[in-house]
């Protein structure tokens, strides 16, 4: 009995050895030649197996199953950059905002400078008057210094002869004529102040 299991065992080890030596392995061999073959003459062996499997019933559905998986993965990706074009826009229309909002700002502070220059300008003309005026030109120019920051009118009044100077404070309002002594430096609102009190005196 056990002499006649040794001999079915023997079979059956022969029988795989027989098809492993004569059908698997020169199988293996002749696909592999095939295969080299097939690509140096510049056939696309991958490409070409896909084609035929697509028509076979079974193989064809797990094709059409990768296809559809790849348009999904593909079409996930459109909708991801598409999304982020819409931010980049929305970031691009901020900062279009922003620098729209200080090109206004800079257009103000060039219309303030252009202001306050052309104050300068007006309230500098009058530091050299005529000596002889007439009583017309007199309460202009009181006007004038009237509506004149206290700050501009302290720095051109020192700059008058001190009769001038005297005889253009005398005939201001007493506010104003505080509000410039202000502005000026101790020693000429000193100075002033004296004169000042010496014309009312007389």
């Known amino acids: 009995m056990e002499q ?5 065992e023997t079979k059956k080890t ?3 050895q027989w098809f492993l030596f004569v059908v698997f392995i020169p ?3 002749t696909i592999s030649v095939v295969l080299l073959i097939l690509t140096f003459s510049g056939i696309n062996v991958f490409e070409q197996g896909k084609k035929y499997a697509s028509q076979l019933p079974f193989v064809s559905q797990w094709i059409e199953g990768t296809e559809a998986n790849e348009k999904k993965k593909l079409q996930e990706q459109i909708v991801e950059l598409k999304a982020t074009i819409v931010e980049k826009e929305k970031q691009l229309t901020k900062a279009n905002d922003a620098l729209k909002e ?7 502070l060039k219309q303030e400078i252009a202001r306050l220059k052309a104050e300068k300008e007006q309230a500098q003309e009058p530091t050299t008057p005529p000596t002889e005026q007439t009583n017309t030109s007199r309460v202009d120019v009181v006007k004038m210094y009237e509506t004149m920051s206290p700050k501009k009118a302290a720095e051109i009044i020192p700059q008058m002869s001190d009769r001038e100077a005297v005889d253009l404070l005398s005939q201001l309002k007493t506010d104003k004529v505080a509000a410039i002594l202000e502005k000026m430096d101790a020693t ?6 004296s004169l000042l009190a010496k014309k009312a005196n007389n």
């Open 14 to 16: 022969s029988k795989f």
């Open 4 to 8: 006649f299991e040794k001999e079915e």
């Open 27 to 29: 199988l293996l061999f």
């Open 102 to 108: 200080k090109e206004g700002e800079i257009d103000a």
């Open 188 to 193: 000429n609102a000193a100075k002033y102040t």
